[in-house]
């Protein structure tokens, strides 16, 4: 699904930032999944929100891996490029869009700087094939795309997320999508007001 924009959904960036950041930062290396990322605003300004809390240097052990059903072929060039028209970032905070931004060659667009574009990569993947991209995530985010699942088949996408997260890991999913009953047992609630989960170890 296409349709996202930047800081979309700030509230549960900001969770993930406030609640998972500490337990993930401890690692030598934060790896991400971003599930469905349309064409990149939501696994950029992820990038930029940890930037931020982070700092210069730790930020370079963050890799994000951006994935996307992508029927239109595009998203990969859009993603790899970070160049967005106008009116897809006048929504960001001005003070954050004269850090991560500059003006692009094409009129009335702006690329991302390059230390955020390079923490962020592409490639084409299917959800419903329940082939996982891998099992090292420390944040798995997913917030546009289970709404179009059946529920057997988020429980099945659900589970796939579950084998790929680290211990402890964290699954982030859209406001109003709650975790179906099938799967509760697999995660803690971190947060009463986000849909932020805790990867619970199989006793």
Same mark, same amino acid.
């Given at each position: 699904?296409?349709?996202?924009?930047?800081?979309?959904?700030?509230?549960?960036?900001?969770?993930?930032? =406030?609640?998972?950041?500490?337990?993930? &930062?401890?690692?030598?290396?934060?790896?991400?999944?971003?599930?469905?990322?349309?064409?990149?605003?939501?696994?950029?300004?992820?990038?930029? !929100?940890?930037?931020? &809390?982070?700092?210069?240097?730790?930020?370079?052990? #963050?890799?994000?891996?951006?994935?996307?059903?992508?029927?239109?072929?595009?998203?990969?060039?859009?993603? @790899?490029?970070?160049?967005?028209? &106008?009116?897809? +970032?006048?929504?960001?905070?001005?003070?954050?869009?004269? @850090?991560?931004? #500059?003006?692009?060659? @094409?009129? =009335?667009?702006?690329? %991302?700087?390059?230390?955020?574009?390079?923490? +962020?990569?592409?490639?084409?993947?299917?959800?419903?094939? !329940?082939?996982?991209?891998?099992?090292?995530?420390?944040?798995?985010?997913?917030?546009? +795309?289970?709404?179009?699942?059946?529920?057997?088949?988020?429980? $099945? #996408?659900?589970?796939?997320?579950?084998?790929?997260? %680290?211990?402890?890991?964290?699954?982030?999913?859209?406001?109003?999508?709650?975790?179906? @009953?099938? #799967?509760?047992?697999?995660?803690?609630?971190? +947060?009463?007001?986000?849909?932020?989960?805790?990867?619970?170890?199989? $006793?």
């Amino acid at each position: 699904m296409a349709f996202t924009y930047f800081f979309r959904d700030l509230q549960t960036l900001e969770m993930i930032c =406030d609640h998972a950041l500490p337990t993930l &930062r401890a690692k030598s290396h934060i790896n991400i999944w971003d599930a469905g990322c349309a064409m990149g605003p939501e696994p950029y300004t992820l990038a930029i !929100l940890l930037s931020e &809390r982070i700092g210069h240097m730790y930020f370079r052990n #963050v890799k994000i891996k951006a994935t996307d059903i992508d029927g239109s072929n595009l998203f990969d060039t859009i993603i @790899k490029d970070a160049i967005y028209p &106008r009116e897809q +970032v006048e929504r960001i905070p001005k003070d954050i869009f004269a @850090k991560y931004f #500059v003006k692009d060659e @094409k009129e =009335d667009h702006y690329r %991302i700087i390059d230390e955020i574009r390079k923490a +962020v990569s592409f490639r084409r993947h299917d959800l419903l094939t !329940l082939n996982s991209i891998g099992n090292d995530f420390g944040l798995i985010l997913c917030k546009n +795309v289970l709404l179009h699942f059946n529920e057997a088949q988020r429980i $099945e #996408v659900i589970k796939m997320f579950y084998d790929s997260l %680290i211990e402890g890991g964290y699954l982030a999913m859209e406001q109003t999508q709650k975790l179906p @009953k099938d #799967v509760e047992h697999l995660f803690d609630p971190v +947060v009463s007001n986000a849909q932020l989960f805790k990867k619970r170890p199989i $006793e």
